[in-house]
């Protein structure tokens, strides 16, 4: 035996916490690789909803192609958390109808991060380990 009887419980001691900091590294490699490669596809889209929004507000709507329609719903689901709408109601006479009147509209939407803003910010870039 290496070490002698006083040192044994100390080497499995040591081994013990070997063996429980490779698995978790083994645990921590996975979830890297995958929260890497959400970023760049999450970055990915970014940059094709930006191209989708510059094609929007360059032009005519009628250039847009069903994709890029399909593209701009997306943006529109991701990026608004709430719509508030108010109206005023005004009655129509004895028969109980009521007309409805757009009064204001409140659009809350999530922050959009602007990539050429960050493309000047050093070290913005992840090292792709």
């Known amino acids: 035996m290496v070490g002698g009887p006083a040192l044994q419980p100390a080497l ?3 081994e013990e916490v070997e063996r429980t ?3 978790a590294s083994r645990r921590l490699e996975e979830p890297l690789d995958q929260a890497q490669g959400c970023v ?3 970055v990915a889209a970014l940059r094709r909803d930006r191209e989708v929004l ?3 507000a360059a032009g005519d709507l009628a250039k847009l192609s069903p ?3 399909a593209a701009l719903g997306e943006i529109v689901r991701h990026r608004v958390i709430k719509v508030d709408l108010y109206f005023d109601a005004t009655p129509l006479g004895k028969g109980g109808r009521t007309a409805y009147t757009l009064r204001k509209k409140v659009i809350k939407m999530k922050p959009f991060l602007e ?3 960050l493309s000047k910010v050093p ?4 090292s792709g380990r």
């Open 54 to 56: 510059d094609r929007l």
């Open 67 to 69: 994709d890029d329609v």
């Open 115 to 117: 990539l050429e803003r």
């Open 21 to 23: 900091l490779a698995a």
């Open 40 to 42: 760049r596809e999450a």
């Open 12 to 14: 499995a001691g040591a």
């Open 123 to 126: 070290g913005y870039e992840t």
